[in-house]
């Protein structure tokens, strides 16, 4: 993997002044998670008109039962005095545009003084196409006020939105475990998202540092990049994890599946009974089987005029084709039905499209749809199926790009800055988490706010 060296020269002494002078853009290094770390690092602000402020309020601070354990330091009112780490706008209740002006125009006084790494939450409903028309504009018009804004951040900060279904109470445990996320620096390189959440179901953990505790969880392609910082996060946060991938990768696998005191499989998801091994293998070695993160994935990048049969085929094979299989077996074999969960990686190609990409784009789309059908067929059991479409994010894979490419893809975001597969790995963890069981079929982007696509 290459280091980011313009990052490093931008934040340095004597080279940080002179960038500074010239006007360069200067990404500034993201706070990650560490466990023991404090949720947010300073007072957060909660505006909003309704009742459903009070109630986030009470929450966030812990002044309500089921928040005991937040303890943040909860403000009402925007005091340009104060540094807040992060802001929570509760805009459920917005009727009419207007609405828009007095909470955002409050939050405004506070953007100046917002702490290194802060963070920004909208908290919404969607809009819909048989809603009163000024009722609809109100609610769309978080979304574009909340992209925008998280275009404006600066320092490491981040703007996200959670947009809950008509009906879903604004404690539901999806929103509660979204706040904490979004609030977190697990999510340092989300930015500028907007996260559906459709419904009530899901259940708040014993223990928020270690939501998955007691749950096995299987994670392709785990012997190295993505896929293993996977497999360490979800080891982190309490699963027993089964690490996947090619024999040719036996070496690697085993040291991963070691370090988090999981178990290997070697195996290539392309074999038509990968599915059907997989099961074997979890319920035979750790009788269960809760998650799945189909994280394997190949690029043999070609212009659709020179493509080849094997380029396409073998990247549609791995990439797709291998997660439909797998899902089939699982889903037919009657094994998953205590609340599981299916997260599978997509990209930010998939969604905006990459020249010299059709076949990998092909493959990614493939995984949007296939997890938005797969969703209904697991919510008989409490199950969800999600995609994390990374942007740019330094890996073996990125760091076999031209260099000048490379450069240009890293700074074409709000963050100015390529993520790290940890990045990727924290959004894959809260997906699989308890709190989640309300977030069916979306996709969740870990892209810094990438300027390409939506
Ligand atoms: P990587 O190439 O570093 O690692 C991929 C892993 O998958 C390797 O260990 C490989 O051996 C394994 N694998 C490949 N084919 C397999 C097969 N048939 N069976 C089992 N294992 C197999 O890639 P990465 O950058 O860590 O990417 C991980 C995932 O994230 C991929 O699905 C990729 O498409 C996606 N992604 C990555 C980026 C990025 O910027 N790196 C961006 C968007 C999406």
């Not at 392309?270 to 091994?277: M, Q």
Request: glycine share 12%; charged share 20%.
């Amino acid at each position: 993997m290459s280091a980011d060296t313009y990052l490093e020269l931008v934040n340095g002494g004597v080279t940080g002044t002179l960038a500074k002078k010239l006007g360069l853009p200067r990404p500034t290094p993201l706070r990650r998670f560490t466990p023991g770390q404090a949720l947010v690092d300073g007072p957060v602000l909660v505006l909003g008109p309704g009742k459903d402020a009070d109630t986030l309020a009470r929450y966030l601070s812990g002044t309500d039962d089921a928040g005991a354990g937040w303890d943040l330091d909860v403000r009402r009112h925007a005091d340009e005095g104060t540094r807040f780490a992060a802001a929570v706008l509760v805009l459920t209740e917005v009727e009419h545009p207007q609405d828009l002006s007095a909470p955002l125009l409050a939050l405004s006084a506070v953007l100046k003084t917002l702490a290194r790494h802060g963070r920004i939450i909208t908290v919404s409903r969607p809009a819909r196409d048989d809603q009163a028309p000024a009722l609809a504009a109100a609610r769309q018009g978080v979304d574009g006020a909340l992209r925008s804004l998280a275009k404006e951040l600066r320092g490491g900060a981040t703007g996200n939105g959670l947009v809950v279904a008509d009906g879903v109470p604004v404690d539901a445990p999806a929103v509660l475990g979204g706040l904490r996320f979004l609030l977190s620096s697990r999510s340092a390189y989300v930015d500028g998202q907007l996260l559906a959440i459709d419904s009530e179901a899901g259940a708040l953990p014993e223990d928020w540092d270690r939501p998955l505790a007691g749950r096995v969880a299987v994670v392709t392609g785990a012997a190295r990049g993505i896929g293993a910082a996977i497999a360490d996060t979800l080891a982190r946060d309490g699963a027993t994890v089964i690490a996947v991938d090619v024999p040719a990768a036996g070496e690697a696998l085993t040291a991963v599946a070691n370090r988090v005191g999981g178990t290997a499989l070697q195996l290539d998801v392309t074999a038509k009974d990968a599915g059907e091994r997989l099961l074997r293998h979890a319920l035979d070695r750790h009788g269960r089987l809760d998650i799945v993160v189909h994280n394997a994935g190949i690029t043999r990048d070609k212009l659709l005029a020179n493509m080849t049969p094997e380029k396409w085929e073998s990247v549609l094979a791995v990439n797709i084709a291998a997660q439909l299989r797998i899902n089939e077996a699982l889903l037919t074999s009657g094994e998953l039905t205590d609340a599981p969960r299916i997260v599978s990686l997509a990209s930010t190609s998939g969604i905006a499209g990459n020249r010299g990409q059709t076949n990998y784009a092909a493959s990614k789309g493939g995984v949007i749809g296939m997890v938005r059908a797969t969703a209904p067929l697991l919510a008989p059991f409490g199950g969800t199926a999600n995609a994390v479409a990374p942007g740019f994010i330094e890996t073996e894979m990125t760091a076999r790009m031209p260099t000048l490419t490379r450069q240009v893809a890293r700074r074409l975001s709000s963050l100015q800055q390529g993520g790290q597969p940890v990045d990727v790995a924290e959004a894959v963890a809260f997906l699989a988490s308890p709190p989640a069981g309300g977030i069916v079929g979306q996709v969740l982007r870990v892209c810094g706010q990438a300027m390409v696509g939506r």
